[in-house]
């Protein structure tokens, strides 16, 4: 039983090798759009302020 657990400990191991690499190599390229869009508008918003009080 001893060495069941023993070659067991590699398998699982590897197991959880796999899932964590298939999750980091996932596809991330879809939030790119709305981010590159949400900098835009707030590229925008910025260019636009105005509050219309003079500081100095």
């Known amino acids: ?13 590897a197991f959880g ?3 964590w690499g298939s999750w980091a190599a996932r596809n991330r390229t879809t939030g790119d759009v709305t981010e590159l869009a ?6 925008e918003a910025m260019e636009r302020s105005d509050s219309g009080s003079d500081a100095a």
């Open 38 to 43: 949400g900098y835009a508008r707030f590229r």
């Open 1 to 13: 039983m001893a060495a069941l657990a023993w070659l067991l400990i590699p398998f699982f191991a």
């Open 17 to 19: 090798a796999a899932i």
